[in-house]
């Protein structure tokens, strides 16, 4: 029975970190100000934890194979995948030719790395757990955030679920250009469609990057893909006066941008 | 030779009482239910119908139990009997330190493998219960895959309890195994990334350690792959098989050596 005393301590000591985590972490003694108990146990490692289990998910989307590369990032451009998945035959090829490691070989075969599949459909629901971890761990983790919000909403074709992320995800960073954008584009979506917090939102996206002093690289993408969807709208309501001013906001941010183009187009159709 | 192999039968019957007699294997399976009954209850920003990842965590836990217990019984296996000194009625008996070895040896395997059915009785009823459907080809090759690895670790464990400290030996073992479980496989891209006398040291070690991550077949019964191919099976069995042996062998060696 003495044995069994180390294991229980260490089940009670489980389940009271688990409790200090869900109860009234603000009311606590904070190593880190505004950290929740998760920040002070870990600091700074969460964050690999939160791009591990982000990896973990990725590998899951491939079938459980490790591509040590994030397609998932690149919201699936399944061009690039196809093309990566022959670069990466191509090198095993040049290795096998090189030299035989009767080692690599083994874990070749046993990993099953020529398994090409994807899920997708209702089997993408695989990925959540681990983009759950990756977001409790790291809830600033705006991939994370935006992966899962993808799954959800073209794999799993669940609006409702992708809503509910978003939400979230843009709750905890409201500060990112990203997480407003996925969220006006979940309010987009056809089950879930609300047209005003859906512009709202992009319209947000547009007032980050005005605060912000110098745009991000990162911050492109959401910033253009909203004035590209604020535009449409403008464009479906033949609001010429909105399309002007969305053309000189993406004129002060990039004039050469294609984006900026289209819009150009859109009002020079509508003169 | 009949008389050889009925000492030797004694020996793992002993081996395998010793197991089971013991809580270990009762404390395993409440830790079991603490961590994954709570998981099997998670649902991840309220989506439902997500399988793979218990199954993944399960047979996780599966792997670190086989090492605990592997590592447990066969650094026990002899140190136990030294510091009682009943290793010396044991060796005044007819019983030579060959037999002696190979017995204590095999009935630590036979527990071990014991424990290991145990648990993955518990896994497949599991997945049976979801709906899962587990007793394949691959779910046998998984469990004969698994349970060379429990024989090479008891090897590796027995063969450390004459080289260092019981304590030294178990946690050595303990952070080897597990790091070439999870970076075994990228030693390579490690030495590529370093020069000089590490690159050779890492390279070394790539050829010399033994490579657990062989025997892990659990991305390939979580995510429906099916089984290997015979000859990849038959190349990592003769693998575990050649190892273990060569560790028994090296533990021979120095037990012929020690002074009693």
Known sequence: MKRLIPYGALAVLGVLVWVLSQVAPAQMPQAIAGGDMLSVLLGDAKKDISGAMVHEADSYFHGGVDMDCHHLHDHHDHEHAHHDHEHHAEEDHDNETESFDPWRWINAHVRAPEIDRHLDGGKAVEMMPWFWV?????????????????????????????????????????????????????????????????????????????????LEESDELPLFSALGYLADSARHRNDTQKLTVLLNAARRFAPNHPTTHAIERMLEARR | MKGSMRRIGALVKLSLLELWRRNDMFALLVLSLVLLVPLSLARPFGASGATRYFDEVALLLVWGYSLFIALGIGGRLFTSE??????????????????????????????????????????????????????????????????????????????????????????????LFPSMFFFGRHLPDYAENVSGVLRWLVNAFYWIAPHVEFF?????????????????????????????????????????RKRL
């Not at chain 1, 992966?147 to 799993?156: D, E, G, I």
């Not at chain 1, 709750?171 to 250009?177: G, Q, V, Y």
């Not at chain 2, 429906?224 to 990849?232: K, P, Q």
């Open chain 2, 216 to 256: 892990d077949m659990r991305q390939r019964l979580v995510h429906g792959w099916g089984g290997v191919e015979a000859g990849v099976f038959l190349a990592v069995v003769g693998y575990g098989v050649v190892y273990s042996a060569v560790l028994l062998f090296l533990a021979h060696f120095l037990f012929k």
């Open chain 1, 134 to 214: 990756a977001v409790k761990s790291d809830p600033h983790n705006i991939d994370a955030w935006s992966t899962a919000w993808y799954s959800a909403s073209h794999l799993m074709k669940d609006e409702a679920l992708a809503l509910r992320i978003a939400t979230e995800g843009q709750r905890l960073n409201p500060e990112s250009l990203e997480m407003a954008c996925v969220l006006g584009r979940a309010y987009r979506a056809e089950a879930t469609r609300d047209q005003a917090k859906s512009e709202a939102m992009f319209h947000k996206v547009l007032e980050l990057a005005e605060d912000k002093k110098e």
């Open chain 2, 82 to 175: 030294f510091a009682n000194r009943t290793v010396y009625p044991l060796l005044a008996k007819p019983v030579s330190r060959g037999e002696l070895l190979v017995g204590k040896y095999l009935g630590a395997v036979t527990a071990s493998w014991s424990a290991l059915a145990f648990f993955y009785a518990l896994w497949a009823g599991a997945s049976l219960l979801r709906g899962g459907e587990c007793l394949t080809v691959c779910f046998f090759q998984a469990f004969i895959l698994h349970a060379l690895f429990a024989a090479l670790a008891v090897a590796a464990a027995v063969e450390g309890s004459f080289l260092l400290t019981p304590s030294a030996s178990t946690t050595l073992l303990a952070i």
